[in-house]
DNA sequence: AATGAATGAGCTTTCATTCAT
DNA sequence: AATGAATGAAAGCTCATTCAT
């Protein structure tokens, strides 16, 4: 898992330091007009002009538009569930940590709205990618669970449905306050982020009390 | 809202009797390609053959294979909300019209899985039509649970962040037990939908009893 | 065989007397296209250009670039071997059936070089087409021979090795005196045509003398 | 004509040893290549890459793909070439000479009738080089014709319309029982050949007889 | 001598849309 | 009201060739 990466090129042949630089360029030439005209509106001329490079040169890194786009998925997933672990890590109790990993869930996309809207379309251009994401953010999620079952923190209830429920709440909210939400600071109000805290805390019968903690 | 609709051509005069059964062929044919193919896998040519009329004719009645897609979205969205809206209207309480509107639900979203996946696509074809779509869905929600709230069968709190919580809960659990569970019959299981209306129950602190099933 | 033909588009879908002249204009288009580059450096911009229609139009009309091309030669072989045909048909006897038929395929390639380049190329284009345009003149070669030696009039051999010899005769002479050849007019010289007549008469042992006739 | 060759880069600086093995590798790998997939379908990536060096590499020692597919056609011809004449030497009269030469021909095409259709290809790629391929196989014959007629062995006739004749018995029957018969072993028949060889002794008027076989 | 990244013109094909009939 | 031929822009992709290292 952390084991150095190596970059290939399309035909899996290893690249070298300047091919590296190009093939990055590609890679986020493409996070930006995926993410800003979509995967079908995006194409590969748009995607290298972004990148300052000739069309031909895509097809040395990547095979094609798919590709580029799975692995964009594949980095983008990585870096939600990054952050959603370093935040619930800090956690003292499971309320705690659910409370941090809800807020570090809606500052990424509050700070990347592009890349979620990214991983939303994954649904429709590789299903795979997505049911991948989701079941990653879903495991996580059950393991925490299921300890604070265990320590009689919550009720005791299938983890899996809980997890499911769990992210539905924080998918929905955050569509609509950050990214439909024009309003910058893009972020979840204060009292939303609070009542849609309170609410799952009663759902999951969270015994004792929690205080503090920065929203989104 | 339920005045007697009066169709029109693209140009906006009114239809014959003759026509008006033309466009319905179009839409009924929009909807089984559309659903098959997603929104840009699909083609005029493929619309207009399946209703087997030829090309010219689709631009009598729609404007852009964008307009007929979002005259669909909000017929889905009519359609889903009338499905919604005539179980809940069954429950005794509200504990039970929750339940009885999340049952429908997901009948719907099991019984017309590819239709369902039309509207979670309108994201990025037509982001305006999802809007409405949750925005419409929410409304219904809203009142449900403001008049909940007076009643003293909930707990007091912001009505549209419960409702969007909520919607989120079903759109997940739809997705993950309906969408991608293969199994048939498609249908979210008995338990897991027991489980995930407990969930909801203690998150809206309801009080008094609930009866009946016919989950979904 | 001489039923009437009816023309359909690239779907299968009949044609209107303009469409069936635009696919007419494609086809000659792409003659001239073919013969004047040959298969490869053909394309469909250079024949629909040649056409004085848009690209998309061809798809209306062909299915690909291969498509045009297997039409064209099934449509070429039919020309050459009508015209062998109808020329060995006034022969006397089997010496004068084969002079005249010879003498027939000359004038054809001379008259239509490039066209013949196209037949040619099928070898390399699709194997299939060249295999049956070579196929096609034997029976008929090997038909007449059967009847001459039945007849007595040439020696009894196996005609199907004789109506390749015979075609590999008419080939190379054609190529080496009408294609490569640039002097006009193109034909075969008299000389050269006796002579090689001479040496098939030898090798079919014809018997009567022959005499007179047109040579290419 | 036995000079020793000395070979050069592509720009006509000569080469070392390395250097000529490289280029060696790349000559094989061409005709490999284009063997397996003719001249268009072949690309000098494939070709570099069955030679195992960089694409850069390939433009050190030619100057095109034209310029290699061309060096490959002359090699090639000579190979059939030498073959044809090596076995026709053996021949004690032109009979014999003339039986061998055909037996040799024949035994080349079976035996790379991929190489066979490479030549034949150049008639597209390169007019000239297929001018010259039959050009010096006619010189060979008709030297061996113009031989027989002075010690009166066969007709007295034009050497050059004979040489003709039969490089196109050669070619068609080659074309039919070698490179269509797929039956392995890949050879003319043994009766084919006869049969064959009756009609062109008989053409020639070939006076003593004829011995020995060893057909294709 | 060798590499391999980069180029850009060109290819085949699709498709939403228009328009004469 | 309906047809279907025609359009042309744009798509994804390939490839011979060049060049800095």
Redesign the interface.
């Given at each position: 898992m952390t084991a150095v990466e190596t970059f290939t090129s399309a035909r899996g042949t290893p690249l070298s330091k300047r091919g590296e630089r190009t093939r990055r360029r590609l890679l986020d030439a493409a996070e930006k007009v995926f993410s800003e005209l979509?995967?079908?509106e995006a194409s590969i001329v748009k995607i290298t002009e972004a990148a300052a490079v000739s069309q031909g040169t895509f097809y040395i890194y990547f095979e094609s538009k798919q590709q580029i786009f799975d692995e964009l998925v594949a980095d983008l997933n990585r870096r939600v569930r990054h952050a959603m672990h370093e935040a619930s890590a800090q956690g003292a109790s499971r309320a705690e940590s659910e409370r941090l990993g809800f807020a570090a869930f809606f500052r990424f996309t509050a700070e990347h709205p592009a890349l979620y809207?990214i991983i939303?379309?994954a649904?429709?251009v590789s299903p795979a990618a997505l049911?991948d994401h989701?079941a990653k953010i879903a495991e996580g999620y059950i393991a925490g669970l299921r300890q604070a079952m265990a320590a009689g923190d919550i009720?005791t209830?299938?983890p899996e449905?809980?997890a499911?429920?769990l992210?539905?709440?924080?998918?929905?909210?955050g569509?609509?306050w950050i990214l439909?939400d024009g309003a910058e600071p893009r972020q979840v109000p204060e009292?939303?982020f609070e009542?849609?805290y309170?609410?799952?805390t009663?759902?999951?019968?969270t015994s004792g009390g929690i205080r503090d903690s920065s929203s989104g």
């Open positions: 979509g995967y079908y809207r939303r379309q649904e429709f049911h989701y009720v209830a299938d449905v809980l499911w429920a992210m539905g709440v924080g998918e929905l909210i569509m609509r439909w009292e939303v009542e849609m309170a609410f799952i009663r759902g999951l019968g």
